[in-house]
């Protein structure tokens, strides 16, 4: 169904979480933060764009990112998860809808994300092609509990809100 004046506004909810590993860049939003591990996937493993692309499909009704880039296409393999991100946000134009506003949380113990959080905002906007003041991202850490609290992963959760354009 393509957006309407009867169905204004949908939201959406994305999870992804990748393991830390040497030898490869940590890529956080669209963002290489300096560290000594990245995060272990098929693309960039950019959990925080994963996790955004995941929201606006799922606000959607449409399959994750995986049906769409499949860790099985050798093709893909190192992708620029922004390109990911791009996809959901055409996926979402073509079906009559626009992005409204995004809130993200990146879960980490290390390293310390804060300093970078403007850097991801300023990529994650561009990549939508929405205003820096319509995404949210914040930090925080896992407080030592789970994978995640020993430092062996990274994990992110975003929400988004899509609005018709019939409405905007």
Same mark, same amino acid.
């Given at each position: 169904?393509?957006?309407?004046?009867?169905?204004?506004?949908?939201?959406?909810?994305?999870?992804?979480?990748?393991?830390?590993?040497?030898?490869?860049?940590?890529?956080?939003?669209? =963002? *290489?933060?300096?560290?000594?591990?990245?995060?272990?996937? !098929?693309? +960039? $493993?950019?959990?925080?764009?994963?996790?955004?692309?995941?929201?606006?499909?799922?606000?959607?009704?449409?399959?994750?990112?995986?049906?769409?880039?499949?860790?099985?296409?050798?093709?893909?393999?190192?992708?620029?998860?922004?390109?990911?991100?791009?996809?959901?946000?055409?996926?979402?134009?073509?079906?009559?809808?626009?992005?409204?506003?995004?809130?993200? =949380? *990146?879960?980490?113990?290390?390293?310390?994300?804060?300093? !970078?959080? +403007? $850097?991801?905002?300023?990529?994650?906007?561009?990549?939508?092609?929405?205003?820096?003041?319509?995404?949210?991202?914040?930090?925080?850490?896992?407080?030592?509990?789970?994978?995640?609290?020993?430092?062996?992963?990274?994990?992110?959760?975003?929400?988004?809100?899509?609005?018709?354009?019939?409405?905007?």
């Amino acid at each position: 169904m393509y957006g309407d004046e009867n169905e204004p506004m949908r939201i959406g909810y994305g999870y992804d979480i990748h393991r830390l590993v040497e030898g490869r860049p940590l890529v956080l939003g669209g =963002v *290489v933060i300096p560290c000594e591990f990245g995060l272990d996937g !098929h693309s +960039d $493993a950019d959990c925080l764009t994963h996790a955004l692309a995941d929201a606006i499909f799922g606000a959607l009704s449409l399959p994750d990112i995986g049906h769409w880039f499949p860790n099985t296409d050798p093709s893909i393999r190192g992708i620029d998860s922004r390109k990911i991100l791009e996809k959901a946000v055409q996926e979402a134009v073509t079906r009559g809808w626009t992005v409204g506003n995004v809130d993200c =949380v *990146v879960v980490a113990e290390h390293p310390r994300i804060g300093p !970078h959080l +403007d $850097a991801m905002r300023a990529s994650l906007s561009a990549t939508m092609g929405i205003r820096p003041d319509q995404v949210g991202v914040k930090a925080t850490t896992n407080e030592r509990v789970g994978d995640i609290g020993r430092g062996l992963a990274i994990a992110a959760h975003a929400i988004c809100l899509l609005k018709s354009v019939c409405d905007v």
